[in-house]
């Protein structure tokens, strides 16, 4: 019988708190305060994150037999028919609150969802995987903008939002594309290219989110830099020791560097935007999800 644990093993429950930053960047680039639409969304969002990671271990699960056999499908503690059902049940409920939160953000969590699906299904092991994933994100961060903006806006309120959007979306996908990357060689090492790409562009980004704004007031200022720094710091480590020595071992943690730096890249592009108090409570997340990846793995 399945435990508690080995779904949380499956659904790699640590990662989930890089999912609600999405929203909150977004609605701070939309220039809207974070409300109920955005809460809706934030559920949707983790809804269909979670929906994700099932689909994919239900995908990969010969795959896994042979590379990961301790993974819950392959070792026989949740059974694929259950992973396949709970990844369906979760991509309707993550569509159901985006639609409770208004039709522009309905419209983006089925993009979202059909990409996630998309990936798990055909494009992962392809060259189109990584620009995928880099797609979901920015989709998801799309979501929380289209989302907090609200329906009463009108079609002219929700296009101005997706154009403030459009730069921290693709900043996050940008970051995305970077660490799925890494991770087509998580099982087998070896890649040394990789994770130094990754480690150029992880900087790249940085000194883009924490470049002074010139509307920018201080203190968001100063937040949007330390942040960035942050950023920069939890992925640019384990990238350079990946790099080093592309063993399995050095570019697993690579890649959870990468999915953890997440979390300040996102509280960043919120400070950017003068939302102080999204960054704020997205930096605490950071601690709590380190701590939680030594019991699960994000990857």
Request: with cysteine; hydrophobic share 50%; charged share 15%.
């Amino acid at each position: 019988m399945s435990t508690p644990r080995d779904w949380a093993e499956l659904l790699r429950v640590s990662a989930l708190f890089t999912v609600p930053g999405d929203a909150l960047a977004g609605a701070a680039a939309s220039g809207a305060r974070p409300g109920g639409r955005t809460a809706l969304v934030t559920g949707a969002s983790l809804c269909l994150y979670e929906a994700g990671m099932a689909l994919n271990d239900w995908a990969d699960r010969a795959e896994d037999a042979v590379e990961r056999p301790h993974r819950p499908l392959p070792s026989g503690r949740i059974r694929p028919g259950q992973a396949l059902a709970a990844a369906a049940g979760l991509t309707v409920a993550g569509v159901g609150l985006a639609l409770a939160a208004g039709r522009p953000a309905a419209l983006t969590a089925t993009a979202l969802a059909g990409t996630v699906w998309a990936y798990d299904l055909r494009l992962k092991h392809t060259p189109a995987g990584p620009a995928a994933m880099a797609a979901a994100r920015g989709l998801d961060l799309l979501l929380g903008a289209v989302a907090s903006t609200g329906s009463r806006a009108g079609g002219g309120g929700t296009a101005a939002a997706v154009r403030r959007a459009l730069l921290p979306a693709a900043v996050l996908g940008a970051h995305t594309y970077a660490v799925t990357t890494v991770s087509r060689s998580e099982t087998q090492g070896g890649s040394t290219g990789a994770p130094l790409a990754a480690l150029g562009a992880t900087t790249a980004l940085g000194a883009l989110t924490g470049a002074r704004r010139r509307t920018g007031r201080r203190p968001q200022v100063y937040a949007g830099t330390a942040l960035a720094g942050a950023y920069v710091a939890t992925a640019a480590a384990p990238y350079l020791h990946a790099a080093l020595n592309p063993s399995p071992q050095l570019t697993q943690r690579a890649v959870g560097g990468g999915i953890r730096a997440m979390i300040p890249l996102q509280a960043a592009l919120a400070a950017r935007s003068g939302a102080l108090a999204s960054a704020a409570l997205l930096t605490g997340l950071g601690p709590v999800a380190r701590r939680l990846a030594r019991k699960v793995s994000p990857t």
